[in-house]
């Protein structure tokens, strides 16, 4: 089975910056796509970003392309997504998710999720 966890998660200002990291356990990480994804108060999961299983591969929603990149370290198993020039719209609930396929943007099409991290951005 499949186990993820986020962290990284804070408050900061507009303007600042985070790294949220996605620790996977229970398999071999370097099988899986990992994806980002966030959900607002009142609104549905939204895809952010994800990257593929070698690294090589990104994706990110138009509206943090040029601001978040994504990284991953195959041997410590983990995955980060580095969020600059921080929005109060970025703020949410970041989950990171897993699957086997290159490139999924929807939440259905993910086997495995973590528990979540807040990220605030005040103005």
């Known amino acids: 089975q499949v186990h993820l966890v986020e962290s990284g998660g804070a408050l900061v200002q507009a303007g600042g910056s985070l790294r949220l990291s996605c620790a996977l356990s229970?398999?071999?990480?370097?099988?899986?796509?990992i994806g980002w994804f966030r959900e607002a108060p009142g609104k549905e999961r939204e895809f952010v970003s994800a990257i593929s299983q070698s690294g090589e591969g990104t994706y990110f929603t138009p509206s943090v392309k040029g601001r978040f990149t994504a990284s991953r370290d195959n041997a410590k198993s983990t995955t980060y997504l580095q969020m600059n020039s921080l929005k109060p719209e970025d703020t949410a609930v970041y989950y990171c998710?897993?699957?086997?396929?290159?490139?999924?943007?929807?939440?259905?099409?993910?086997?495995?999720w973590g528990q979540g991290t807040q990220v605030t951005v005040s103005s």
């Open positions: 998710a897993a699957n086997r396929r290159w490139l999924v943007l929807t939440a259905k099409g993910y086997d495995y």
């Open positions: 229970g398999r071999t990480f370097s099988d899986y796509t």
